[in-house]
Structures are given as C-alpha cells and as structure tokens.
C-alpha cells in the first residue's frame, strides 16, 4: 500500500552545516537527524518523505516547480536566506499549486531588520519559525493535518 501523501522536504544554502554553524543560534542537531525525525514522524503517518538540501537557488526553483509532477502533496521549505531575496523562489512556490510551508529555526523577526521579511513566505500556506530543529516537525505535523482536512471537505484531488 502506497502512503497517502508524498511529501517534499526543501532546505536552502548552508543549512548542510547545522551542528557545527553558529550552534548558540541553530542549536547542534544537524539536518541528517531532523531528515531522520521527519521519517519517524512520516513513517507513523503513513506519509513519504524525500528530503534534500541545496546551497543553489536553481534547485531549490527546479524541486519546487516540478514537486506536483512528481505526485508529491505539499512542500515543506527553508528557503535559509533566499527568504529575503528570492523573487524566482515565491514564483516558483506559487506556480507549483502545492501547500508550502515555510520552516525557519531561529525566529527572523527577532532577528537583524533585513530577516523580517519574508518574499517566500506570500506564496505559502503558513510558516514555523522559531522552534529550533522542531521547526522542521511542527511543519510537517501541521501540513498533515492540512491535507487531511482538505480530503474530508472533498478540496484535495489526490
């Protein structure tokens, strides 16, 4: 029996360094165990997930883009600091017809004036930011919950 969602799990640049990158800010958990709690969760729920990690804007642009061809359900992102700059990734966000969640570990509105705002975020469902390697969690749980309320009002195709 195939899982009943796909799920795409999208970290932007330099977030192959967590554990080792600024651990006062990011904490020491690095992406390897947040990938490997999000296939605990996924696995409880039934759910796929296929997680990667880029420091190229065109990626991140290509994986989004193509993710509804790919029969995936919803995206989680971060997007790192492609947040602030990245006209071409809300594009894409948007042109995928995809629920997107926006994932951030530390909080950007706490943060230096220019994180405070978010091009991607206008293209997304919701965003968690804040709660450490938890972020990543929090996302995924709460897309989940999306996507089952969207079968039960008869709003998902599929």
């Known amino acids: 029996m195939s899982p009943p969602w796909r799920v795409l799990v999208v970290s932007g640049p330099n977030l192959q360094l967590l ?17 490997a709690r999000l296939q605990r969760i996924a696995a409880e729920a039934q759910t796929e997930i296929d997680a990667r ?49 926006e994932v951030h570990l530390s909080n950007p509105d706490a943060r230096e004036p220019f994180r405070r705002r978010s091009y991607t975020a206008r293209g997304c469902l919701g965003r968690v930011a804040g709660f450490g390697p938890y972020s990543y969690e929090l996302a995924l749980r709460g897309l989940l919950l999306h996507l089952s309320d969207e079968i039960q009002s008869g709003r998902h195709e599929g």
């Open 19 to 35: 554990g080792q990158r600024e651990p006062a800010l990011y904490g020491t958990t690095t992406l390897a165990e947040i990938h």
């Open 53 to 101: 990690q880029s420091n190229h804007e065109g990626d991140l642009i290509t994986w989004i883009g193509e993710a509804a061809q790919h029969r995936f359900s919803g995206v989680i992102l971060n997007p790192g600091g492609y947040t602030h700059t990245s006209v071409a990734l809300l594009d894409a966000i948007r042109a995928c017809h995809l629920p997107v969640v």
